[in-house]
């Protein structure tokens, strides 16, 4: 019998409201998710590995304007873009990493790229910068990047001199894939802009290896979207790693027990994607809504916003 093989997306959690969605805009973000869903799936499907697909799903991801993720990420507190991205293989436990990233158009391709030929896991700023132009990633100008929506949000999280997760109605765009190949190999990876009008550099949770992004063959591949902050300090996604290792706990349980009793007890907002060695998915999410989507080779597809 052929393995069992799928994948998860996220497009971010937060207070998605029906009353304030369109649906012509609700249209336009599940046609985002869709495009990412199929793009891994079919790479699944082929026979590629878990890596590629969770790399080219959320490279589809990144190019989707609607997404707080390349095309599209948030402007800090100067007008600047600066991305985080990061990208685990559950084979080797290799990870590539980069932070407040500017001009790349595909952030987690340059993680990989970390992953694979820069010695080490994390790159951050001007010299992840440097590292990008020097493997001949794809770079783009500052107004690729410009979106009026992000602009706007932006604008109005200065004049409140705010540090906002995403927009006006507290949404979180990062988006993020996890997959299991027909080899049984697990992957995650996670990309974001980070939060609207952010200073000083921050860096969020969806770099961080063990808290936003993490991938383990012997249990499961996570990525999360929330309020980083909270999401570090609770080191999520290995906390259900090692709840499921050292508890043997099912996924479900160990993801719920996270996103649900510790995250909530600290105020951590927010959801994330997970699958298991044997291929089973969790999407948790203890805010108003998660844009999220799965495929599996038994059949399950499902693209989701509300509860
Ligand atoms: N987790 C991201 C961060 O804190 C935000 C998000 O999920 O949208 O950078």
């Known amino acids: 019998m052929e393995r069992k093989f799928g994948l998860a997306i996220h497009g971010g959690a937060g207070t998605i409201l029906k009353s304030l969605m369109s649906d012509e805009l ?16 079919t790479i699944l499907e082929q026979g590629g590995t878990s890596v590629d697909a969770v ?12 997404f707080n993720a390349g095309k599209g990420a948030v402007f800090n507190h100067i007008g600047g873009h600066e ?3 990061a990208i685990m293989d559950g084979s080797t436990l290799a990870a590539g990493a980069v ?8 952030p987690v391709i340059v993680a990989r790229a970390v992953m694979e030929h820069s010695g080490h896991v994390m790159l951050a700023g001007e010299g992840a910068d440097e590292f990008a132009v020097q493997q001949k990633m794809e770079m783009r100008p500052d107004d690729y990047f410009f979106t009026q929506q992000r602009y706007d949000q932006w604008q109005d999280a200065l004049k409140e001199d705010k ?18 190949d027909k080899a049984g190999n697990l992957a995650a990876a996670t990309s974001t ?8 550099g921050r860096v ?22 929330g309020v980083g902050e909270l999401f570090i300090r609770s080191v999520v996604a290995h906390d259900i790693s090692c709840l499921t290792e050292y508890k043997g706990m099912s996924l479900a ?31 948790p999410f203890n805010s108003e809504g998660m844009y999220r989507a799965c495929r599996d080779s038994s059949g399950r597809k499902e693209v989701l916003i509300y509860k």
Not at 26 to 41: H, I, K, R
Not at 165 to 175: E, I, M, S, W
């Open 99 to 106: 932070c407040g990233i500017s001009g790349a158009k595909n």
């Open 83 to 85: 991305m985080d991205a």
């Open 253 to 283: 349980a160990a993801a719920d027990l996270v996103v649900m009793g510790k995250l909530v007890k600290i105020g951590g907002e927010g959801g994330l994607i997970a699958i298991d060695k044997d291929g089973t998915i969790a999407m």
């Open 55 to 66: 790399e080219a799903a959320v490279a589809s991801l990144e190019d989707f304007p609607l």
């Open 163 to 180: 540090v906002q997760l995403d927009h006006t109605d507290k949404k979180f765009g990062t988006v993020g894939c996890v997959a299991l």
């Open 26 to 41: 609700q249209a336009q973000y599940e046609e985002g998710l869709e495009a990412a869903l199929n793009t891994g799936y």
């Open 193 to 200: 802009g980070g939060l609207t009008n952010k200073k000083f």
């Open 204 to 225: 969020g949770d969806s770099p961080v290896i063990g808290a936003g992004t993490y991938a383990n063959n012997d249990t499961c591949a996570i990525s999360c979207t």
